[in-house]
């Protein structure tokens, strides 16, 4: 016999779905959420569901949640703040961005840009370049690559975004830059773009690996504490966590690149609400997502 657990955590409630995979029962709670801590609502509703099933929390096989935590650390700017390291002369790669500008005819003049993610003043270069062909032109100087870290850590950034031109096709020097990071700045996380977003077009790389370092702190303190959380009431099954694309990723995964579960909680339903179109044989569904907040 096996359980299956979905947990999805808004701003006022957090929902919970309890599946037997044996016998095709289902439980199902509302329990307030708790925004100073998650985890403590979740807790409280995983308690409760599983006394309504009669089961304990070691009997869960999976946990799959779905969570906004990364998309409010974005849109309350409550990320941290983000250190970026990018290529000699292209130091204002998320203020050029592509230059669009939304609406008709002199639609720029009233549109403000958003404030990047990554601040000008945390923003350094480092001499060497790679081709598009991924072969090495200039190599690069720890000793330079040592001064603009340095730089970073007196302005007291928080997480670092290494994005290099054309490190989608050789990530060598970003790993070396990664590699000083930890050794200059111990502790503080680190994220590479070609291992967040590995494509071209630079500042769609930039931007996303920005993003992915200035939600991971917040993200990475909150699936931690869940696991430990889960752990000490008695839960062995495997934690998931719902993708942006309404896929599965580890919970390890989700520290690591937390930009992949931005869009989450919306995601999930709009997954659930195919699949049940889907088997109910309608082919065209709108789907509807109304939060407490």
């Known amino acids: 016999m096996g359980y299956r657990l979905g947990v999805d955590v808004g701003g006022t409630f957090t929902d919970l779905l309890l599946f037997d995979t044996a016998s095709s029962t289902f439980w199902r709670h509302k329990t307030p959420s708790t925004p100073h801590d998650s985890s403590e609502g979740i807790l409280n509703g995983v308690s409760a569901i599983c006394e309504k099933a009669g089961i304990t929390p070691g009997d869960i096989d999976y946990f799959l949640h779905g969570t906004t935590v990364a998309t409010n650390a ?26 669009f500008v939304p609406g008709g005819l002199a639609g720029w003049i009233v549109w403000p840009k958003p404030q990047p993610l990554a601040a000008l003043e945390d923003t350094v270069t480092i001499r060497g370049r790679i081709s598009a062909e991924g072969k090495e ?54 994220s590479l773009s070609h291992e967040v977003l590995p494509e071209m077009q630079e500042y769609e790389r930039t931007l996303t690996t920005v ?31 719902l993708r942006s694309d309404g896929g599965l990723m580890s919970a390890e995964k989700a520290e690591e690149h937390p930009v992949n579960i931005l869009m989450s909680g919306p995601a999930g339903g709009v ?14 569904i709108l789907t509807l997502d109304v939060g407490g907040t």
Not at 74 to 88: F, N, P, Q, S, Y
Not at 171 to 179: D, F, K, L
Not at 272 to 283: F, K, L, S, T
């Open 74 to 99: 974005v849109l309350e700017g409550k990320g941290a703040r983000v250190g970026l390291v990018t290529t000699e002369g292209y130091r204002h790669i998320m203020q050029i961005a592509r230059s």
């Open 137 to 190: 032109i200039r190599p690069i100087d720890d000793a330079d690559i040592r001064t603009q870290i340095s730089v970073l850590k007196a302005n007291g950034v928080e997480a670092i975004t290494v994005s290099l031109i054309n490190a989608y096709a050789n990530g060598a020097h970003e790993r070396r830059v990664g590699e000083l990071v930890a050794e200059i700045m111990p502790g503080v996380p680190v």
């Open 211 to 241: 993003a992915n370092a200035a939600v991971r702190p917040v993200v990475g303190k909150y699936v931690s504490n869940l696991r430990s959380r889960l752990a000490e009431a008695g839960m062995n099954g495997k934690l998931s966590l």
């Open 271 to 284: 997954t659930g609400a195919i699949w049940v179109g889907r088997n109910a044989g309608i082919r065209n």
